[in-house]
């Protein structure tokens, strides 16, 4: 109900239809106007983040966007976990003792593959692991879901844009079918722009709040413009939405990282196209779609 009321709102106060457009929507969001709820690192507020036991733990409760963040590792493979340290999200610190600070550029898949990456989260978590980028596309495939992949810290890691992009494709997920269900998404711009130029069907993300003035340069690349929700107002909201991306679509936005009701009826009424959070059952229910 309180969605249904929200996108007349919109819809009055922009002059258009609050409606999204496919690829990076589902099909009820096409209906009805309700954001795209995005569960940030997987669900994570319930299982420990950028773990197999997230992604399940999102499409348990119904949804069917998961967001990770990928890095890689001393010996080239790309793995899914958010800091560029393995200290906080694993027991590192008791397995390798004398390798501070335990960036992950530092360590090989397999001394990565030994870490615990869910006791620090729950002792129901014990055991879970660092996936790699291959093992993580397989469960999303599993479980059918559609994925927001950040390219993390690729300053890091030269190259990492190919190299994810071959991984995808190995993986099949650069045919049409898949292609509606993946953005790759950065906070550096030339990855972004890197991403699009060697793949121009792939949907891209910059994320951070560009200014209004720097929104033509990046709409030449990205197809979503992706910013805290702090940041946000309904008037930065619509001016993105004013730009057409590199595939001739509207800008998008999809808001990050939002927790509660409040926020979440904030931003659904500023006309967000999706809402990236700890916790999409709570934004789920705030939006009146449950
Ligand atoms: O997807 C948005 C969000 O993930 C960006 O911030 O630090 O959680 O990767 P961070
Ligand atoms: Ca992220």
């Known amino acids: ?84 340290s393995l200290q906080r999200t694993t027991n590192v610190e008791d397995v390798f003792p004398g ?9 090989t898949a397999a001394e990565i593959a030994r870490l615990d990456a869910g006791s620090w989260f729950s002792p129901a978590y014990a055991g879970a692991r660092v996936p790699t980028l291959q093992q993580y596309m397989r469960r999303v495939e599993h479980n059918h879901e559609k994925l927001l992949l950040e390219i993390k810290n690729p300053e890091l890691y030269p190259g990492i844009e190919q190299q994810t992009l071959k991984l995808l494709g190995n993986e099949g997920w650069l045919d ?38 720097q929104l033509p340069g990046l709409a030449r690349f990205t197809d979503l413009v992706n910013p805290s929700y702090g940041s946000l107002s309904r008037g930065y909201v619509s001016a993105v939405h004013v730009f057409h991306g ?18 979440t009826r904030m931003v659904a009424a500023y006309g967000v196209d999706g809402i990236i959070t700890n916790k999409p059952d709570v934004v789920r229910a705030a939006l009146g779609s449950d």
Do not use: C
């Open 1 to 84: 109900m309180y969605a249904r009321v929200v996108a007349a709102t919109l819809a009055a106060a922009l002059g258009t239809a609050a409606v999204l457009l496919s690829p990076t929507s589902d099909a009820r969001a096409r209906e009805d106007g309700v954001p795209v709820v995005i569960a940030h690192r997987g669900a994570s507020a319930y299982a420990p983040e950028n773990t197999l036991a997230a992604i399940d733990k999102a499409a348990e409760l119904g949804f069917s966007w998961v967001e990770n963040d990928v890095q890689r590792t001393k010996d080239g493979e790309l793995v899914v976990l958010h800091d560029d």
């Open 176 to 213: 049409g079918r898949h292609l509606g269900r993946l953005v790759v998404q950065s906070f550096s711009a030339d990855s972004v722009r890197a991403v699009h130029e060697l793949k121009p069907a792939v949907t891209t993300a910059y994320l951070g709040t560009p200014t209004v003035a």
């Open 246 to 263: 590199p595939h001739g679509r509207r800008l998008k936005l999809f808001a990050w990282t939002v927790n509660d009701a409040a926020g």
């Open 99 to 107: 390798r501070a600070p335990w960036k992950v550029r530092d360590f």
